[in-house]
């Protein structure tokens, strides 16, 4: 079965760290998938947070506040999104996706090239 799992997600405090997993499965991310992290706060539409391709060449929405970090190991078919300096507006369903065909910022910016979906996992950040 092609599909893509996230992990990693729950309740913190305002001011803590969260590793937010991704493990795909049925195809391998070095075949030239970018895998990305959206966000879907309540009553917004899903953006996204940081893309990254087969080589590491990261994409962040927020790239100058360098609390997200995005990572790839295409050995182990997982990516992973590191969150520090929690804050509670960073709270909300967080996707994992891998896309082909598209450009980093194609994909994060408008989900262009997106050919799995994970079901989302819940963070939530208490003040």
């Known amino acids: 079965q092609l599909q893509v799992v996230e992990s990693g997600g729950g309740l913190v405090q305002a001011g803590g760290s969260l590793r937010l997993s991704c493990a795909a499965s049925?195809?391998?991310?070095?075949?030239?998938?970018?895998m990305g992290w959206f966000r879907q706060a309540p009553g917004a539409e899903r953006e996204g947070v940081a893309c990254?391709?087969?080589?590491?060449?990261?994409w962040y929405k927020d790239p100058g506040k360098r609390r997200f970090t995005i990572s790839r190991d295409n050995a182990k078919n997982t990516a992973d999104l590191q969150i520090s300096g929690l804050k509670p507006e960073d709270s909300g369903v967080y996707y994992c996706?891998?896309?082909?065909?598209?450009?980093?910022?194609?994909?994060?910016?408008?989900?262009?090239?997106?050919?799995?979906w994970g079901i989302g996992t819940l963070v939530t950040v208490s003040s």
């Open positions: 996706a891998a896309g082909t065909r598209t450009g980093l910022q194609a994909m994060c910016a408008s989900r262009s090239g997106v050919k799995y």
């Open positions: 990254i391709d087969k080589n590491s060449f990261a």
């Open positions: 049925g195809f391998n991310l070095d075949g030239g998938y970018i």
